[in-house]
């Protein structure tokens, strides 16, 4: 996988990297725009944050009067660190070229790329950094609820993660098994491969 770094993003979806349509392609029902994309993404970010957040504060709240008082800010900042690391770890899952593009204006930062791939891989990308930097430490949290910086930083870095979460989520419902997905400018299209 080679990495390129293309700066921000122009909201022209043609300028982003892609190869040609693959024969019978179906778009994926999505956001159509870098603008949409976002608030769907924001707005999710918000729900999860309340719906893992609850249960997190209910968990450690005895803790947190007795504990170190810098673990609910710090875990509340470090997320913030985790910006860049998160889309590399979606890189790292590309076998060819990956390109890194920003668009802090709108919030986004993400990494795209032209090659095809499988069902499982595409969830697998999407999740993986969710998975290091929000479930993996949430899990930790709950059940050490004295690490309540753990719960702060996997509930915050959860919900960061929310555009990827929409991602899986229509892969699963709408690609059909043994087919295959790729990114064409800001849209994800399902084919299957010929036998």
Known sequence: M?????????????SLPHGEHMPGAVKFREAGSSKKMALIANGLCIV????????????CRPYLAAGP???????????LLTLLP???LHAVCFREDGYLYTDLAQGLLFVTGPETMSRGRF???SL????????????AGMLFPKLAFLLAFGTLC??????????????VTQMPRGARTYLYGFNSYWYMPEK
Do not use: S, T
Request: aromatic content about 14%; glycine content about 10%.
């Open 69 to 79: 008082r810098w673990q609910l800010p710090l875990g509340c900042i470090a997320p």
């Open 158 to 171: 959860i919900g960061m993660g929310a555009g990827d979460l929409y991602n899986v989520f229509n892969a």
């Open 123 to 125: 969830v697998f990308m």
């Open 48 to 59: 999860l944050i309340l719906l893992l957040g609850v249960p997190a504060v209910i968990r």
């Open 86 to 88: 998160h889309e590399l």
């Open 128 to 139: 993986l950094p969710n998975i290091v930097f929000g479930f993996i430490p949430y899990a």
């Open 2 to 14: 080679k990495l390129h770094y293309r700066g921000k993003y122009d909201l022209d979806p043609a």
